[in-house]
């Protein structure tokens, strides 16, 4: 119905930059919400930042705030994030994900289970 791909990720020396994008097909419209979420190995899945689809507002994990920007492009249906200043412990699988829900025109959610599609993730690997 919908699906999600993610792409950009790579090894990358602590510092550094990349850029994830993620590429909606299928169902698209009524989309309220897109988010990115990151799972280390042994650890649970980690909010990282959500943009609403509409109006654009977004939203950070304290962790990533003033690294990480968050945008879309609705013409592409495609939502990027923008990672500057990646430390050691950003290395995760990162998954973007979006919301169906009508309660995340209002809110931006950071639980993974608020949403409906995840892509299959894209690996980030920091190394010092």
């Known amino acids: 119905q919908v699906q999600l791909v993610e792409s950009g990720g790579g090894l990358v020396q602590a510092g550094d930059s990349l850029r994830l994008s993620c590429a909606a097909s299928?169902?698209?419209?009524?989309?309220?919400?897109m988010g990115w979420f990151r799972q280390a190995p042994g650890k649970e899945r980690e909010f990282v930042s959500a943009?609403?689809?509409?109006?654009?507002?977004?939203v950070y994990a304290d962790s990533v705030k003033g690294r990480f920007t968050i945008s879309r492009d609705t013409a592409k249906n495609t939502v990027y994030l923008q990672m500057n200043s990646l430390k050691v412990e950003d290395t995760a699988v990162y998954y973007c994900?979006?919301?169906?829900?009508?309660?995340?025109?209002?809110?931006?959610?950071?639980?993974?289970?608020?949403?409906?599609?995840w892509g299959q993730g894209t690996q980030v690997t920091v190394s010092s």
């Open positions: 994900a979006a919301d169906y829900t009508p309660i995340g025109a209002l809110v931006l959610r950071r639980t993974a289970t608020s949403y409906d599609y």
């Open positions: 299928g169902r698209t419209f009524s989309r309220y919400a």
């Open positions: 943009i609403s689809w509409i109006g654009g507002s977004t």
